[in-house]
T-cell receptor, first 114, second 111 residues
């Protein structure tokens, strides 16, 4: 069974640009969550999608947005990139995202802003 | 507010037992998870507690006290490959993956 796949693995952008990251969950998983991981702030929850709807949202500015498609694949978009957006962006999926179901993480996209 | 505390770093010897503590203050509680993350890799699920008490899974056990907002991860018979960061995460809401992660504890296992 294939795991969570994130593309691209590495990305370099400059300030002011925008970026789109992709996540393909484990087959059958309908909940997809996105996290930002930095050395200073640790893992921070961005948002969660379930059945093409945003179900939960963390405390990030509106420049961070996402969506989920009917096949459960998800994309995350960051507009007007800032230096502070340099981080590892992790996607995690679970069956329905409730009760005892653990999340399965992808290897992440490392985004560097110059 | 939401706050989770863990020790930043711990060191232990191969074959020993180590306990990693986690204290939390969150709005709502619907389960506490422990994840392991090796450097440069994705976090992997270790354990889940939603009721008070001890959950045992081989060399790993996790304990929860909801009244004290406290959990610990116990690692027995430490191996070199256990050197990693250990993340405590609390789910606050009833639905979905609204997780708050702790800062992680970097464990170094020495020979």
């Amino acid at each position: 069974k294939a795991g969570v796949t994130q593309t691209p693995r590495y990305l370099i952008k400059t300030r002011g640009q925008q970026v789109t990251l992709s996540c393909s969950p484990i087959s059958g998983h309908r909940s997809v969550s996105w996290y930002q991981q930095t050395p200073g702030q640790g893992l921070q929850f961005l948002f969660e999608y379930f059945s093409e709807t945003q179900r939960n949202k963390g405390n990030f500015p509106g420049r961070f947005s996402g969506r989920q498609f009917s096949n459960s694949r998800s994309e995350m978009n960051v507009s007007t990139l800032e230096l502070g957006d340099s981080a590892l962006y992790l996607c995690a999926s679970s069956l329905t995202g409730t009760e005892a179901q653990p999340q399965h993480f992808g290897d992440g996209t490392r985004l560097s802003i110059l | 507010g939401q706050n989770i505390d863990q020790p930043t770093e711990m060191t232990a010897t191969e074959g020993a037992i180590v306990q990693i503590n986690c204290t939390y203050q969150t709005s709502g509680f619907n389960g506490l998870f422990w994840y392991q993350q090796h450097a440069g890799e994705a976090p992997t699920f270790l354990s889940y507690n939603v009721l008070d008490g001890l959950e045992e899974k081989g060399r790993f056990s996790s304990f929860l006290s909801r009244s004290k907002g406290y959990s610990y991860l116990l690692l027995k018979e430490l191996q070199m490959k256990d050197s990693a960061s250990y993340l405590c995460a609390v789910r606050g809401d009833n639905y979905g993956q609204n997780f708050v992660f702790g800062p992680g504890t970097r464990l170094s296992v020495l020979p």
